[in-house]
């Protein structure tokens, strides 16, 4: 069994999701914001295809590969879902059983 599917009753399950491009100390902020909202963080990352909808034809500056590191190295959070479905699915929060999403300020540029 996964992590997410051992939880001890009570424990809170926090899904977030973003681009997380060039990891900087506003995201570090924001993951420990979201990770002090329950007990797990699980982080998804869209794929590069779904990033350029929203910030334009010139990002995501790091491949996605270099994205998941970055966020996986970060202490808050507990998990990544690599090539996360923009938009959020219904699916996704059943299959972690998410009992909270959190977002932050979505950013886009003025080139796409």
Avoid: C, M
Avoid at 1 to 17: F, L, M, P, S
Avoid at 32 to 38: D, L
């Amino acid at each position: 069994k996964q992590w997410y599917q051992r939880r001890v009753r009570g424990d809170k399950i926090v899904y977030t999701a973003g681009a997380f491009d060039v990891l900087h100390p506003g995201h570090i902020d924001f993951l420990a914001a979201a990770k002090q909202q329950g007990d797990y963080l699980i982080v998804g990352l869209y794929q590069d295809a779904d990033i350029r909808t929203f910030l334009g034809r010139h990002y995501p500056i790091q491949t996605l590969q270099e994205r998941v590191l970055s966020v996986l190295a970060n202490r808050s959070v507990d998990e990544v879902v690599i090539g996360a479905p923009y938009p959020l699915t219904a699916e996704l929060l059943d299959h972690f059983r998410v009992d909270l999403v959190v977002h932050g300020k979505i950013a886009e540029a003025a080139d796409h």
